[in-house]
């Protein structure tokens, strides 16, 4: 009974295993819906199963069946490896199409909060990345230094005589505003209460208070970027520094009845969120040439 056993394994247990992966592979690429590559890999796997088995039990004689039943196991398996290799690959790119976006974004919008800074401070957008880079490097924004609390009360007659001429009703609490101007009145009757009170606006250096802030150095860190570099903005992620974001801009459009400066920066990302999609590329971009609109093409989606 042993012995039958010991012939029956040693006749059935290639074959019979071909048989059964194939069976597994056919219904994991079903019900995966798995590439074309597999699912060949599976039908071969399962063809060498019937083959051998059938050779096994003498169903078929020709010793070339069984050649061909091996034979279609290897192709099996050597498919069945470059599927893998492909799925590791595929993997690979969507991995790096995540990374480079996110990158992307996290560049563009740096570019978008200097040149609003930018063109609050010259009135009008940066047409050049060395300036740009010369002003977030030595630029400055202004910055309003604020101490002291607004005082939780109503300001009295004679404080409303002061602030105002036109003696308005007295029906709600102070406003910052009215605090501030009366910080200003050293020698009123309630000057203690607004002594320590400050809101002065101040120039402090653009680098130091977005780009050096805690704030902004722990969430590049959390997301895995690198170290914030002035002179990496220009240049788009993944092509090692050598394209650049298009920057487009003008001086001034007409939107309803102002004129305002415009900009538009973009750029193809090395990247298509589906591989061999448009080239493997993907347009990222904010702005707009004909309104003073600057938000981003990743905002939209």
């Avoid at 279609?72 to 976006?101: F, R």
């Avoid at 630029?139 to 001429?165: C, H, M, W």
């Avoid at 050293?186 to 809101?199: E, H, L, Q, S, V």
């Avoid at 920057?247 to 591989?275: H, W």
Wanted: proline share 4%; glycine share 8%.
């Amino acid at each position: 009974m042993t012995s039958n056993l010991s012939v029956l394994l040693k006749k059935y247990s290639i074959p019979a295993l071909f048989f059964v992966l194939g069976i597994m592979m056919l219904v994991v690429g079903v019900s995966k819906n798995q590439g074309s590559m597999f699912m060949t890999a599976a039908g071969l796997m399962f063809v060498a199963g019937v083959l051998s088995i059938g050779y096994s039990s003498g169903k078929l004689k020709s010793g070339m069946v069984y050649i061909l039943g091996i034979g279609a196991g290897i192709a099996a398996a050597v498919t069945l490896y470059y599927s893998y290799l492909s799925v590791e690959e595929t993997a690979t790119y969507n991995k790096n199409y995540v990374k480079c976006k996110s990158i992307a974004k996290q560049n563009l919008e740096d570019i978008r909060f200097v040149q609003k800074a930018y063109a609050d401070a010259n009135g009008k957008y940066a047409d050049n990345w060395e300036d740009l880079i010369d002003f977030v490097q030595n630029g400055t924004v202004p910055f309003v230094d604020a101490q002291g609390v607004v005082p939780s009360r109503k300001i009295t007659p004679e404080e409303n005589k002061y602030l105002y001429t036109n003696n308005p009703p007295i029906d709600n609490n102070m406003t910052d505003d009215e605090a501030y101007r009366l910080s200003k009145w050293k020698t009123g009757p309630n000057y203690a209460d607004f002594k320590d009170f400050k809101r002065d606006t101040i120039q402090i250096s653009l680098l130091k208070s977005k780009f050096q802030s805690k704030a902004y150095v722990a969430n590049r860190l959390k997301a895995g970027f690198h170290k914030f570099s002035a002179d990496s903005l220009p240049y788009i992620p993944y092509t090692g520094a050598r394209t650049k974001w298009k920057l487009e801009t003008k001086d001034s459009v007409q939107v309803g009845e102002a004129k305002l400066p415009a900009i538009r920066v973009s750029g193809m990302i090395p990247f298509a969120n589906i591989k061999g999609k448009n080239d493997d590329q993907e347009e990222m971009y904010f702005g707009s040439l004909s309104t003073n609109d600057t938000s981003g093409s990743w905002e939209n989606e």
